[in-house]
């Protein structure tokens, strides 16, 4: 403000001094104190200029700082209930190496592409999932949680093989887990309260408490490896496969099949016996199927 009234002032002074002297022949002072008139003029435009460039660039600055604070910020931010499971399970993985003995070369089965045709004929589209093959019997088949809309699944290579399994039979088994997963159970088992309390938190100011979620994980090995699903989550589980499948009843009856084969399995093969604390138990899915086929 007080630069705009010195220029206005200036050019008052120069207007007034230009009608004053007006027809009349001007001296060699005047002259030059014209010309610093202009100069000072010059001068203040100059500056004017130099001022909203300065003005430009501290405000670009101040934007740069805001959004590096907040980068900052964001790097300390836990993820959301959406975001972090892919972190928890691929995370456990890599811990249980040794175990599910995932590190080996495997060949190219076409379960990905298949299951994948399987879920969009059952309406579910758009689902992205991975398949984690595994050179070990201890765990059979198992879908870990991950972040919204994704899907973890973990498949023996020996169950596969011992079973003689087709690809549809790998779907529907994969389905199987599929419909576990969305029913929540193993989440709800494994998301201690402190654990749960800590996702889209921000631990700038203090300490990320990391044993909240070495106590995830350790949840994670009790069910996968001992305690499983109960009777009724198997029930409710099984209920929910059929009537999806019944739309579709060559799959129901490979649905049936595989239980058949899985039920001789536990049966005949001492390394499979320890199947029915995850899964219990395919003989009584079985019933469960042909009570509910009978009421069709």
Do not use: C
Request: no cysteine.
């Amino acid at each position: 403000m007080i630069g705009f009234l010195k220029k206005i002032s200036l050019l008052t002074v120069f207007l007034f001094s230009s009608i004053e002297v007006f027809g009349q022949e001007k001296t060699l002072d005047e002259k030059k104190a014209e010309l610093l008139d202009f100069q000072s003029i010059r001068n203040i435009l100059k500056n004017d200029s130099l001022e909203k460039i300065v003005e430009k660039k501290r405000k670009a600055l101040a934007n740069t700082v805001v959004k590096k604070e907040k980068k900052i910020e964001k790097s300390f931010l836990v993820p959301t209930e959406d975001e972090i499971w892919n972190f928890i399970s691929e995370y456990w993985i890599v811990l249980n190496a040794q175990k599910l003995k995932w590190d080996f070369k495997k060949p190219h089965y076409g379960v990905v592409s298949h299951f994948e045709a399987f879920l969009e004929k059952m309406g579910f589209l758009e689902k992205k999932f991975k398949i984690l093959i595994l050179d070990t019997s201890l765990v059979t088949h198992f879908s870990l949680p991950a972040n919204k809309n994704h899907s973890l699944f973990l498949l023996s290579l020996p169950f596969m093989r011992t079973l003689d399994l087709t690809k549809q039979e790998i779907s529907v088994l994969l389905f199987e887990d599929f419909i576990r997963l969305n029913k929540g159970y193993f989440r709800d088992f494994v998301s201690l309260k402190e654990f749960k309390a800590l996702l889209g938190s921000n631990f700038k100011k203090g300490k990320l408490k990391t044993e909240s979620f070495f106590k995830v994980h350790k949840r994670f090995d009790q069910f996968i490896f001992n305690k499983g699903f109960s009777f009724q989550q198997q029930f409710l589980v099984t209920k929910e496969v059929a009537r999806l499948l019944k739309g579709h009843p060559e799959y129901l009856s490979v649905y049936m099949n595989l239980l058949k084969k899985i039920d001789y399995l536990i049966k005949t093969r001492k390394e499979y016996k320890s199947y029915v604390n995850i899964y219990p138990s395919p003989e009584l899915q079985l019933n469960w199927l042909k009570s509910e086929n009978s009421k069709i």
